[in-house]
């Protein structure tokens, strides 16, 4: 968001709300956090908040941040293939052993 956009914003709030001032701090401070948000998505935030509260909004009624894309899904499932394939691995290795005659009657176990 540029400086220009954030006073558009920040005359909206104060004709909406009297009882909000606009000093040069104010805009500076805003300008520090809303540089990275996008305009239009504050925009709609702002008019939906208007709607409802009969308070002017701070910053965090009104943010919208950028989606950072990852690929943690995609790690996610990697990693859980790794599992089962780890987990297949291991249940062919340990395999059962039968229980040999003489211990079947003292053994919770009664199958192999």
Not at 30 to 41: G, I, L, P, T, V
Not at 52 to 67: N, R
Not at 95 to 103: E, G, N, S, T
Request: charged content about 30%; hydrophobic content about 40%; overall charge negative.
């Amino acid at each position: 968001m540029t400086k220009e956009e954030v006073i558009n914003l920040l005359v909206l709030i104060e004709l909406v709300y009297s009882n909000f001032l606009v000093k040069d701090e104010t805009v500076l401070l805003w300008f520090q956090y809303c540089s990275e948000m996008d305009y239009e998505k504050v925009m709609t935030k702002l008019k939906n908040h208007i709607r409802k509260s009969p308070f002017p909004p701070v910053i965090s009624d009104i943010a919208v941040f950028p989606f950072e894309e990852n690929d943690f899904i995609s790690t996610l499932q990697e990693w859980k293939k790794i599992e089962r394939e780890r987990i297949d691995r291991e249940s062919n290795q340990t395999k059962r052993i039968p229980i040999p005659d003489w211990l079947i009657e003292y053994s919770k176990r009664q199958s192999v």
